[in-house]
């Protein structure tokens, strides 16, 4: 019987053996990938730390120094001198200034802190007729700096009689910050609206809701302006240059200029006095950070998240 030249219709080629790699292993390679990423990040991160820890390290040992080797850019003391700390405590009233520092600080901080979240919450709750104009003035006024206003906010405090004391270094702040009001605006713009619509129905003010409903919400966020005013006002030199006259009224920093004054200069400038003099005002900020950290950065990560 012949047989066609196609072959039957039922009929299969035969299977060609097809030659496979083995499955690779992509886990693996994925997991070296990210613990490389993960070390070149850890790496990087500690570099960082490094490169700002330095500068305080630094002070820190140069302290510590006798006067000769100041400089010599040794990280560990020798010999020790630990005396220089005792020369800056009796020879300056370190504890006067600190307090005189301390009591500016927070009445600057406390408030900057109010008054800022006052119109903050106004401008984030309430919906009125060129609120967007408005608060585009408030920014504004952080283009405009500060050597432009100097001259005519010395004049105002002296005809106030308030020239020579402390209080020009923080009564500004009762009226607020552009900046600080930014950024409490942008935290009251996470808070649900529902929860002030419910208080109003319920007979609440709005002094009732900016005080019981936003304040305590926005907990994290007025630590944030409180610690950096607070931090701004202990590290302000320029005001205390203007107003302050008597030494017990210095604050911190203007103490540190008289230090300067007293031990840096001339011939035999006592570094190490000035250096110890430093460390000594720069702990209590230190301290601030650690104690206030996790608001800190809590306050930092939620403060962005507000809508129009």
């Not at 400089?71 to 700390?85: G, I």
């Not at 608060?135 to 206003?149: D, I, K, R, S, Y």
């Not at 010395?154 to 910050?177: C, K």
């Amino acid at each position: 019987m012949a047989t066609s030249v196609g072959g039957s219709a039922g009929a299969t080629a035969p299977a060609v053996p097809v030659h496979r790699n083995p499955p690779s292993r992509p886990g693996m390679s994925q997991r070296q990938h990210q613990l490389l990423t993960r070390g070149l990040w850890s790496l990087s991160i500690l570099g960082a730390c490094l490169l700002l820890l330095y500068p305080f390290v630094w002070l820190v040992s140069a302290s510590l120094k006798p006067r000769s080797q100041v400089f010599d850019n040794s990280l560990v003391p020798n010999p020790f001198a630990p005396e220089n700390y005792v020369t800056v405590w009796k020879a300056a009233p370190l504890v006067t200034w600190m307090v005189n520092s301390v009591v500016v600080g927070l009445v600057a901080a406390i408030a900057v802190t109010v008054s800022s979240a006052v119109v903050a919450f106004g401008f984030a709750y309430f919906r009125f007729r060129w609120r967007g104009p408005m608060f585009a003035l408030v920014l504004g006024t952080m283009m405009l700096p500060g050597a432009v206003t100097m001259v005519p906010t010395y004049l105002i405090w002296d005809r106030l009689g308030l020239a020579s004391t402390q209080v020009p270094l923080w009564a500004g702040n009762l009226f607020g910050s552009a900046f600080y009001i930014f950024l409490l605006r942008q935290f009251f713009l996470t808070l649900p609206r529902d929860l002030f619509e419910a208080a109003l129905i319920d007979g609440a003010s709005y002094p009732r809701l900016f005080r019981s409903i936003a304040l305590p919400l926005a907990k994290p966020a007025l630590v944030i302006v409180f610690v950096f005013e607070l931090r701004a006002s202990w590290t302000d030199l320029v005001k205390p240059l203007i107003y302050l006259r008597d030494p017990a009224l210095y604050t911190i920093p203007r103490g540190l200029k008289a230090v300067i004054d007293q031990f840096g200069k001339g011939g035999e400038s006592q570094w190490e006095i000035v250096l110890a003099a430093s460390v000594l005002t720069t702990l209590p900020m230190i301290v601030l950070f650690f104690l206030g950290q996790r608001h800190f950065v809590e306050g930092i990560a939620t403060t962005g998240r507000g809508g129009a």
